[in-house]
């Protein structure tokens, strides 16, 4: 945290700051890339505003000169740790009441060692609440030292696309920009023979403030009982 929070998040409160984290690792088929082709966040602060273009991919991220090579249908793991380069498992990856759902989404780019986000984004692995284990998105990170798994679709045209992972943290979020958005992109080529290029939604643009899933008070039983996942509806192949 010393070393990574900025004065700004010094000011924003013990509380919150506790639990700031950033995705920062990939893993592909089980090969550990860790941060070779992720736009690292410049801090572990979130964003809060989801008319911003940091929503993309955080504030002030640069490009990255490597790409990680993913076959379509493989298995991409994304890890998320509450500091910089520390992977220790004894560490939340997400701590401090930090409840909320765990996104993943891709967009087809020309290249993604350039390419700011501004197009188009769907959505390809999510995780709100389950009420059945009382288990957020954000839980199952803590769970898992910070990973979370996703199959990339079979059928998506090959080239380069960014991948945006995302953890929305909840537990200020009963008033209008409370919720905090962690992101991070990551860079890569897509192989494969698929021919499917999914409609999408753009950032800024897919949430609003208002949104059931982004306003929302959570230490209220009936509130998360359906909890409704921000963005679009998932897209699997
Ligand atoms: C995907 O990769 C992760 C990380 O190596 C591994 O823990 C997980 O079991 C894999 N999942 C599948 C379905 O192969
Ligand atoms: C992406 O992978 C394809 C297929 O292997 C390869 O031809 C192409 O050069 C790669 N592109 C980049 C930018 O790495
Ligand atoms: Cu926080």
Same mark, same amino acid.
């Given at each position: 945290m010393k070393s990574f929070t900025t004065a700004f998040g010094l000011l924003a409160g013990a509380t919150s700051v506790l639990g700031h984290s950033t995705f920062q690792e990939m893993w592909v088929d089980g090969v550990d890339k860790v941060s070779t082709c992720a736009r690292l966040p410049?801090?572990? %602060?979130?964003?809060?505003?989801?008319?911003? %273009? !940091?929503?993309?991919?955080? $504030?002030g991220t640069v490009p990255v000169t490597p790409l990680c090579t993913v076959d379509a249908g493989g298995n991409v793991t994304v890890e998320m740790h509450a500091?910089?380069? !520390?992977?220790?498992? $004894? %560490?939340? &990856?997400?701590?401090?009441?930090? #409840?909320g759902p765990i996104l993943v989404y891709m967009s087809k780019v020309a290249n993604a060692a350039t390419d700011v986000g501004a197009g188009s984004w769907f959505k390809v692995d999510e995780f709100g609440y389950d009420v059945a284990t009382n288990k957020w998105g954000t839980d199952l990170l803590n769970d898992n030292c910070g990973k979370r798994s996703f199959k990339v679709p079979a059928d998506l045209a090959p080239g380069n696309y960014l991948v945006r992972a995302e953890a929305i943290a909840?537990?200020?979020?009963?008033? &209008?920009?409370g919720a905090q958005f962690y992101m991070t992109c990551f860079q890569i080529n897509l192989t494969g023979t698929g021919t499917k290029t999914p409609a999408g939604v753009s950032f800024p643009g $897919? #949430?609003? $403030?208002?949104d059931p899933g982004i306003l929302i %008070?959570? #230490?209220q039983a009936s509130n998360i009982a359906n909890y409704q996942i921000p963005g679009p509806a998932l897209f699997t192949g």
């Open positions: 410049l801090s572990n %602060n979130p964003v809060t505003s989801v008319t911003t %273009n !940091d929503i993309r991919c955080n $504030a500091q910089p380069g !520390d992977r220790s498992c $004894a %560490n939340q &990856a997400i701590g401090g009441n930090h #409840y909840l537990h200020t979020a009963s008033t &209008a920009g $897919a #949430y609003k $403030a208002t %008070n959570i #230490y």
